[in-house]
């Protein structure tokens, strides 16, 4: 009777252990990244999300080329989820604003971009400025743009004939978020 009280009670410690331990997610990995959009080193990993939404456009003159016009980004609108499919945050602008649900927030001034493949937008990575409020985005010191689909320029004409006409075009990226270790 001892024994099968021991036993029962260690194989219920032992379920009751592997049910606490939360799963471990690999470290994301910088490895395959272009150079210019790898994050410094004394850095790690505080988020991953993924972005899903669109990008505004509008067609302009271009800058000292008389004449000329092209597709300007505007601003993004996108919802943060994290890996489970949960949202997190939102992204949105101008000024570009990453925001998580607890209303932390920040702003970013681009330090690099890459190039992605064709008809998505560019890798990128931006230092972020302090952060307003306390929460997820405090601390958060860098952000790196991986692993887009779409949201490049529209293929459709820009000229003086639309001159103001603004596109939508829909994107996917993920958005690694890091702090200083």
């Known amino acids: 009777m001892m024994i099968r009280t021991a036993l029962a009670t260690a194989a219920i410690s032992l379920v009751a252990a592997c049910g606490s331990m939360a799963p471990t997610m690999p470290a994301y990995s910088q490895a395959g990244l272009p150079?210019?959009?790898?994050?410094?080193?004394?850095?790690?990993?505080?988020?991953?999300?993924?972005?899903?939404?669109e990008i505004t456009y509008e067609c302009r003159a271009k800058a000292n080329d008389a004449g000329q016009f092209e597709w300007v980004f505007v601003g993004p609108n996108a919802k943060l989820l994290d890996r489970g499919g949960?949202?997190?945050?939102?992204?949105?602008?101008?000024?570009?604003?990453w925001e998580a649900m607890d209303g932390s927030k920040l702003t970013a001034v681009q330090l690099a971009v890459a190039?992605?493949?064709?008809?998505?937008?560019?890798?990128?990575?931006?230092?972020?400025?302090?952060?307003?409020?306390?929460?997820?985005?405090?601390?958060?010191?860098?952000?790196?743009?991986v692993n887009t689909q779409g949201g490049a320029a529209p293929a459709a004409p820009c000229s003086a004939g639309n001159m103001a006409a603004k596109q939508v075009v829909r994107y996917q990226a993920d958005y690694i978020f890091y702090k200083a270790m």
């Open 35 to 53: 150079a210019t959009v790898q994050v410094p080193a004394g850095h790690k990993v505080a988020m991953e999300t993924v972005g899903v939404g």
């Open 86 to 97: 949960r949202q997190v945050g939102r992204y949105y602008g101008p000024p570009a604003t």
């Open 115 to 145: 190039p992605a493949m064709a008809g998505n937008i560019p890798l990128q990575l931006v230092k972020a400025n302090a952060a307003m409020g306390t929460g997820a985005m405090q601390g958060v010191t860098h952000i790196q743009r």
